[in-house]
């Protein structure tokens, strides 16, 4: 169990934070730029909860946001699994079995949407792209030769298929894509 006593440390000050594992790394690393955009990802689908989500869907959102914290833990503490916390296929299981389930009761696409419609809906949409920022992050950061084998793969899959099921919950907050805003090529020429 985490227990914070204190909320500040001083021991950022000088630009450098602590991985999990103990070791000391600038602020601006690709591994903490990845977890925390994954924290951010957290931030704005609690606004989307905070915009009015219904139920089932608060639940699950916040469930997710729950397995965003074990992301972000299994992205902070480098390397082997061991007796650390990692995902699993099974979080990225859980979530297709989301998508097939919302993505059904969904009018089909005719055309790309533009984000937007509800508040909740427009807050996912925002979301979704933030997912799609931290899965460039986390696989910039497998890009590199020195920590492609320090980052968990399962990572990159949850992130990829969370932000499908972003898009399709955007889409069931639009009245199950009825109230969706489609794209006009051309519009305006």
């Known amino acids: 169990?985490?227990?914070?006593?204190?909320?500040?440390?001083?021991?950022?000050?000088?630009?450098?934070?602590?991985?999990?594992?103990?070791?000391?790394?600038?602020?601006?690393?690709?591994?903490?730029?990845?977890?925390?955009?994954?924290?951010?990802?957290?931030?704005?689908?609690?606004?989307?909860?905070?915009?009015?989500?219904?139920?089932?869907?608060?639940?699950?959102?916040?469930?997710?946001?729950?397995?965003?914290?074990?992301?972000?833990?299994?992205?902070?503490?480098?390397?082997?699994?061991?007796?650390?916390?990692?995902?699993?296929?099974?979080?990225?299981?859980?979530?297709e079995e989301l998508i097939d389930r919302e993505n059904a009761a969904l009018a089909p696409l005719a055309s790309f949407i533009l984000p937007g419609g509800t508040p909740p809906s427009a807050w996912l949409h925002l979301a979704r792209n933030v997912c799609r920022r931290a899965e460039r992050l986390v696989t910039e950061l497998r890009a590199d030769p020195a920590e492609k084998e320090r980052v968990n793969l399962e990572v990159v899959k949850y992130l990829n298929r969370l932000s499908d099921l972003l898009f399709v919950l955007g889409r069931a907050l639009n009245d199950h894509g009825r109230g969706d805003l489609l794209w006009v090529p051309g519009q305006q020429g």
Do not use: W
């Open 1 to 95: 169990m985490v227990r914070l006593d204190r909320i500040y440390t001083r021991g950022g000050d000088e630009g450098e934070t602590s991985l999990g594992d103990g070791t000391r790394v600038p602020k601006h690393h690709p591994r903490v730029a990845a977890f925390g955009t994954v924290d951010e990802l957290s931030a704005v689908i609690g606004l989307a909860i905070a915009h009015g989500v219904p139920e089932p869907l608060r639940s699950e959102l916040q469930a997710i946001q729950n397995d965003l914290f074990d992301v972000g833990a299994d992205l902070c503490v480098p390397g082997e699994a061991g007796a650390r916390l990692r995902l699993t296929p099974k979080y990225t299981k859980r979530l």
